[in-house]
């Protein structure tokens, strides 16, 4: 099998949208290899660079045309390329838990590693260095909702907010969500069990 043969097959097997970097196919051939491979790929339009070392199989929409990856495929493949965590932050967390409508022009994301921007189509994506503290949740849905209520602050964090964000949740997320309760500051404390359904009897 050659080594285009062998990473369209990984493409083909993972699905989409799913955005990937050289280094998911280093077990494959050489980084040299593997680079050269792709750009092949790219220009027999197989595959699409998004961003230098970011490329995905784009979906295609019969009206709309060619899709642009989710922002998270995209954070998700920057953090597996460098080997870092990632949170997303403020108003993009807020908007994933349906807390606002407004998409930021901007989406940041914490992460532990070095901060950096990258343009994909219209949307920029920030990853900024941030505190151990702001990514020590253990559960992805824990995170986003830490940095949601952060974001809103005290004053707007309202009884239908937190039915809201409760709803939302699994019963699996809201087990989690209480374990998660140290990673959080203390006035947020009550609002967390609230959402969990501790406090309410629920």
């Not at 990258?118 to 503290?133: D, E, F, H, N, Y």
């Amino acid at each position: 099998m050659n080594l285009a043969h062998a990473i369209n097959k990984r493409i083909r097997q993972r699905g989409q949208p799913w955005v990937f970097t050289p280094k998911d196919f280093l077990d494959l051939g050489t980084p040299h290899a593997v680079g050269m491979t792709l750009l092949r790929l790219v220009r027999d339009d197989s595959i699409r660079r998004l961003a230098r070392g970011l490329y995905d199989c784009p979906q295609k929409h019969p009206v709309l045309g060619l899709l642009s990856p989710p922002v998270e495929a995209i954070a998700e493949a920057l953090a597996g390329r460098n080997g870092t965590r990632i949170q997303a932050s403020g108003a993009y967390a807020a908007n994933l838990l349906h807390l606002s409508e407004q998409v930021p022009a901007k989406i940041v994301y914490h992460t532990d590693g070095a901060s950096r921007q990258v343009r994909v189509g219209r949307q920029t994506i920030v990853l900024k260095q941030a505190a151990p503290s702001r990514l020590r949740a253990h559960d992805r849905m824990s995170g986003l909702l830490i940095q949601a209520l952060r974001y809103l602050g005290k004053a707007n964090i309202t009884e239908d907010r937190v039915n809201q964000l409760h709803r939302l949740l699994s019963p699996k997320d809201r087990r989690q969500l209480l374990k998660d309760l140290s990673f959080a500051p203390v006035w947020m404390h009550p609002h967390l069990r609230a959402i969990a359904g501790k406090e309410s009897g629920r």
